[in-house]
């Protein structure tokens, strides 16, 4: 189990505090890209609910844009 999931409300990383999703993270899906969009896409859309004041195009890199 890792300790890189999300602190809520702010989306860091509980164990870099990096922003989240961080590089560990991200790496755990490595070779599963549809599970990866359909998670991430998942976390992207509660995501915007906390963080109404970044752009859209923000959370939209920070949660798929690297998803690959």
């Known amino acids: 189990m890792t300790t890189h999931g999300p602190v809520l409300p702010l989306w860091t990383c509980g164990g ?13 899906f ?5 599970s ?3 998670y991430m896409g998942s976390y992207l859309a509660w995501a915007a609910e906390d963080l109404t004041w970044v752009p859209a195009g923000l959370l939209h890199h920070r949660f798929l844009g690297w998803i690959r």
């Open 36 to 38: 990866l969009a359909l």
């Open 16 to 28: 870099c505090n990096g922003p989240w999703p961080c590089r560990t993270r991200r790496t755990e």
């Open 30 to 34: 490595d070779g599963a890209p549809v």
